[in-house]
């Protein structure tokens, strides 16, 4: 079975940083897709950052220049550095795989 475990959410003040992990299992980690996904209260669900097999990354406008997302596939984890956090990215952090085929559980990420 595929499992996608997500941590590193907490409540942090504006500006502040946060580093977000997602522990995959199950999949061939180094050749599929992977993101991350938001949802805030009351909306439907954003992509925020995106990362595919050959290395390239996508980037919601409302997050660029501030999230960058990352691997390390010797430990099949995934990464978003959030940086100069605000609080309108206060949301639910997914991991997804696979064309968001697979989701993790989700960590809270509060900015206030």
């Known amino acids: 079975d595929v499992q996608l475990v997500e941590s590193g959410g907490g409540l942090v003040q504006p500006g502040e940083s946060l580093r977000l992990s997602c522990v995959a299992s199950?999949?061939?980690?180094?050749?599929?897709?992977m993101s991350w996904v938001r949802q805030a209260p009351g909306k439907g669900p954003e992509g925020v950052a995106a990362?595919?097999?050959?290395?390239?990354?996508t980037y919601a406008d409302s997050v660029k220049g501030r999230f960058t997302i990352s691997r390390d596939n010797a430990k099949s984890t995934l990464l978003l550095q959030m940086n100069s956090l605000k609080t309108e990215d206060t949301a639910v952090y997914y991991c997804?795989?696979?064309?968001?085929?697979?989701w993790g559980q989700g960590t809270q990420v509060t900015v206030s």
């Open positions: 199950g999949i061939t980690f180094s050749r599929h897709d």
């Open positions: 997804a795989a696979c064309q968001r085929t697979y």
């Open positions: 990362l595919e097999g050959d290395g390239t990354t």
